[in-house]
């Protein structure tokens, strides 16, 4: 019975509405064990008819039958699935993937199978074995010769074990020698029981076949049997075919990669520079932010509120306008801002606030510490309380009663070397504290250095021991009532609902407090922070938007460099998909690489900028990038390089694969 029957088949190209006949109604069927050449003028429509053979081509007229099963329909899957299991190809310009070696070559055709990675590897062998090429397994096929290379194309065309190998000019570019050498491995495939069709210009190669078919005017004008047809004594295929398996097309697609490796570090580069800096500029807000918290924590606890009298009449001023007000009293030292003890129990009753600790917040006149000879001016005197943090002491403890916190300033201008040792020292304090309406109160006073704070321009005031200044204070009738209090909340959770049900508290109409709170500084900082270290971030994720552009011209450039490639792979068996997919994974696989290019710059980058700084800012990590961030950029560096990849990969995947192949 016959391998493949073609029955009646027209084809016609068009050219607008111009319909130019090639093939014209043409019937020819072919046996097992055959060597076929087709002959014929140039342009007579040989290469349409292997087009139609070789399911490249669906669009013509007429039945196809192949093993007496009629090809079923002509859609695409079914031609891949044809060419796949029953077709090997053999090209006159030999057709091999010039980036990939011998052995991979074959290897292409065995990966459309269900053997074994080591099984694909071990038959690949044995062809290049069977045409001579073992020892040449290794090399790339421009360090092969012209009869080499047709005869890796031929071990490739028998890799599948198809029952049709198709040969378009096979010896048309080589020597007489290799084209002796060829003809017989070809001879020898159809003694195996394969049918070779041989499309030749050549009476030599027609003469070295069992039969000769003539093509003129699209039909078939004679077909002359030269030799009977070998014997089939065809084995069954111990192998299934099959489409390409996702691990193929990622072993096919990172191959390609690394062979491109030069183009790709270039774009990775590219986007790397565009991952870096968007996580850079993160890093930087997160850093800062942290760094603004530690400097603003490490003065004052924001967890704890600092409550002050309310003293306006007008209960609609906000809190910040109100505390305006009660400052401006305060500095007068004005009974009006002293907190009573009626007051504040009333904090303490507030669920969450577990203690309230009464405090001075004081601006004397003309206030000097002396030591020895040394004496320097402060603006400010208040009492130790939850809002000074331990960490806020570089040595000694928090001061008792006729203690005192000096800023370490006052310590360093008394000895540079051994300021550490001004605790445990006593100093004097002199000081005038305004009343309202009369003439300020001189108090002077001796008290022990308990501990030694560092000062800032922020915070540059000494602090007492609220019990010993009350005392002070009374002693010199002066209000001896805090202005200030400080309730200590549970969980920081807390504060917010905290501080407004204190802001809430009234007394005849009238709220009793103002309320000041470090943490309420922190957030419109943390926020500004945050938006600054976004908007550059944007900016600099501008750049991923050209790495965009910049992958997807250079994905079209691979497309068109790589057109014969993809009708290599296609006239093997691959499908649309396939194609698709190559380019996809491939796509993708740098959007990776540049993504961990870009992290591992960035984190290189991080190490030397904060080690850089370290010294100006008391070791602390200006630049700190975030897992989120990592995880971010890998994420938008894969989605980038799938976006970019999706056009050029599908203009790939809708190649026709007869232009493809034609393509030089
Ligand atoms: N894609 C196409 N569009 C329009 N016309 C085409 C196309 N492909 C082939 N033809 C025309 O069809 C005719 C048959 O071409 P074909 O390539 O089958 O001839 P051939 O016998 O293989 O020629 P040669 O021996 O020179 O390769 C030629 O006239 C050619 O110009």
Do not use: C
């Not at 019975?1 to 016609?12: F, G, P, R, V």
């Not at 630049?623 to 980038?640: E, F, M, R």
């Amino acid at each position: 019975m016959s391998i493949l029957e073609l029955k009646n088949i027209k084809k016609s190209y068009f050219l607008g509405k111009e319909e130019f006949p090639v093939l014209t109604g043409l019937d020819v069927s072919f046996d097992r064990g055959d060597f076929i050449s087709i002959l014929g003028e140039s342009g007579g429509g040989k290469s349409t008819l292997m087009n139609i053979i070789g399911g490249l081509d669906n669009k013509y007229d007429g039945e196809v039958k192949v093993g007496g099963v009629k090809q079923a329909d002509k859609n695409l899957r079914a031609m891949d699935e044809y060419r796949r299991d029953t077709i090997g190809f053999i090209f006159q310009s030999f057709n091999l993937v010039s980036y990939l070696s011998v052995l991979d070559n074959v290897l292409i055709s065995l990966k459309m199978t269900n053997l074994s990675h080591k099984a694909q590897i071990k038959k690949a062998e044995e062809l290049l074995k069977q045409v001579g090429l073992l020892e040449h397994k290794k090399k790339n096929p421009n360090q092969l010769s012209g009869g080499q290379k047709q005869r890796v194309a031929i071990a490739r065309a028998l890799a599948n074990d198809p029952d049709i190998i198709l040969a378009d000019e096979p010896t048309g570019a080589l020597d007489s020698q290799n084209t002796r050498d060829v003809l017989e491995i070809l001879s020898d495939i159809a003694k195996s029981g394969k049918t070779v069709i041989v499309v030749t210009h050549s009476q030599e190669v027609a003469d070295y076949g069992t039969r000769i078919v003539h093509l003129a005017d699209g039909q078939i004008i004679s077909d002359e049997r030269i030799k009977p047809a070998y014997e089939s004594k065809l084995k069954t295929r111990e192998f299934k075919t099959r489409a390409l398996s996702f691990s193929a097309k990622s072993r096919m697609a990172t191959q390609h990669f690394l062979h491109n490796w030069k183009q790709n570090l270039m774009i990775m580069i590219g986007v790397a520079i565009g991952l870096f800096s968007v996580m850079f500029f993160l890093g930087l807000g997160n850093g800062a932010k942290g760094y603004m918290n530690k400097m603003i924590t490490d003065l004052a606890n924001p967890n704890v509120p600092m409550v002050l009298k309310r003293v306006t009449e007008d209960n609609k001023k906000s809190n910040e306008e109100a505390m305006g007000e009660t400052q401006q009293l305060a500095v007068t030292n004005s009974p009006k801002v002293a907190i009573s003890d009626a007051l504040v129990t009333k904090v303490e009753k507030i669920k969450y606030v577990t203690k309230v600790e009464k405090a001075f917040d004081v601006l004397p006149v003309e206030l000097t510490a002396t030591i020895g000879k040394v004496t320097e001016s402060f603006p400010e005197i208040q009492t130790w309380n939850n809002t000074n943090t331990a960490s806020s002491l570089l040595v000694g403890k928090k001061p008792s009663e006729n203690e005192v916190v000096i800023p370490d300033s006052l310590a360093k201008k008394w000895d540079k070397n051994n300021w550490r040792k001004m605790v445990g020292q006593t100093i004097h304090l002199a000081y005038k504290m305004p009343v309202e309406n009369g003439t300020p109160i001189s108090i002077s006073q001796d008290v022990k250095v308990s501990g030694i704070t560092k000062s800032s321009p922020a915070q540059n005031v000494l602090t007492l021991n609220f019990k010993s200044l009350s005392k002070t204070f009374k002693e010199n009738n002066l209000v001896s009532e805090p202005n200030l209090i400080v309730p200590t909340i549970d969980d920081s959770h807390h504060v917010d609902g905290v501080i407004k049900k204190i802001q809430a508290l009234e007394t005849d109409g009238h709220k009793d407090f103002v309320t000041f709170s470090v943490g309420a500084i922190l957030k419109p900082i943390n926020k500004i922070t945050s938006i600054v270290s976004i908007v550059l971030a944007l900016i600099a994720g501008i750049s991923l938007l050209v790495s965009l552009m910049m992958i997807i011209a250079t994905t079209y450039m691979s497309v068109a460099e790589r057109t014969k490639e993809i009708g290599i792979l296609r006239a093997l068996g691959a499908r649309r998909g396939d194609i698709r997919s190559l380019f996809v994974v491939e796509t993708v696989l740098l959007g990776f690489a540049s993504a961990v290019l870009g992290i591992i710059v960035a984190f290189i980058g991080q190490f030397g900028v904060n080690a850089a700084v370290s010294g100006l800012l008391d070791k602390f990590d200006i630049i700190q990038i975030s897992l989120a961030a990592v995880i971010g950029s890998v994420i938008v560096a894969i989605v980038i390089a799938l976006f970019a990849s999706l056009m050029p990969a599908g203009k790939a995947a809708k190649l026709n694969p007869i232009e493809a192949l034609s393509n030089d």
